[in-house]
Structure formats: structure tokens, C-alpha cells
Nanobody, 124 residues
Framework: QTQLVESGGGLVETGGSLRLSCAAS??????MGWFRQAPGKEREFVAA????????DYADFAKGRFTISKDSAKNTVYLQMNSLKPEDTAVYYC???????????????????WGQGTQVTVSS
């Protein structure tokens, strides 16, 4: 059973940066992703990375501002977020699924395990 623990959220001003971390245990060969959910909105895809860190995918709003990366030795995935905007305010969730290829996944329903979420608040 995979366990995911996110950290790194917080309050930041517009234009600031945050780095989220997601430590995974129990399932090392996993594709992973980040999603977010703002109040009153559906959960949306942010970024994803293949199990070996080679392939990545981003939502349009994340391209050029967010970077997903993976430290395989630590089985930890990171989301570096720069140039943050108030509309980035949301709870950010880490997700994982067991894989047998280098695919990345952008649909929430494709993931098997989820973290508890970490709040990101961007003040204007």
C-alpha cells in the first residue's frame, strides 16, 4: 500500500515561489502527479512525471512556471512553483500509480493512491 506525504505548502505573495514535496513509501515503481483543488472547483491536473523521471507533462497554466522533478533515491517528487498568482491558491495533492512503462498520467481517475494535500495560498 502506497503512502504519500506532502509538505511545503504555505502562504506566499504574488510572484513568489514554493516547492512542494511528496514522499512516497511502499511502491517505488510509480508514476506520480500533482493535482490541485480550489474552493468550489473540481480537482484539476497540474503536472505529472514518469516512474523514472524521464517524461513529464504539465497543464497549460503550469507550463513555464512550475517544474516537476523526482529524486528516485528518496522516492520523492517535487513541484517547484514560481511566479505564483492568486489563482494558484488551492489544496495541492500528490498522487501515484504503479506502472510498467514510462507513461505519464494526467487524469485523476488513473491514480491509485493520494496524499492528504497541502494548502497553498497566494496573496495579492
Amino acid at each position: 500500500q502506497t503512502q504519500l506525504v506532502e509538505s511545503g505548502g504555505g502562504l506566499v505573495e504574488t510572484g513568489g515561489s514554493l516547492r512542494l514535496s511528496c514522499a512516497a513509501s511502499g511502491r517505488p515503481r510509480s508514476a506520480m502527479g500533482w493535482f490541485r483543488q480550489a474552493p468550489g472547483k473540481e480537482r484539476e491536473f497540474v503536472a505529472a512525471i514518469s516512474w523514472n523521471g524521464v517524461n513529464t507533462d504539465y497543464a497549460d497554466f503550469a507550463k513555464g512556471r512550475f517544474t516537476i522533478s523526482k529524486d528516485s533515491a528518496k522516492n520523492t517528487v517535487y513541484l517547484q512553483m514560481n511566479s505564483l498568482k492568486p489563482e494558484d491558491t488551492a489544496v495541492y495533492y500528490c498522487a501515484a500509480r504503479r506502472v510498467y512503462s514510462g507513461r505519464v498520467y494526467s487524469q485523476a481517475r488513473e491514480y491509485e493512491a493520494w496524499g492528504q494535500g497541502t494548502q497553498v495560498t497566494v496573496s495579492s
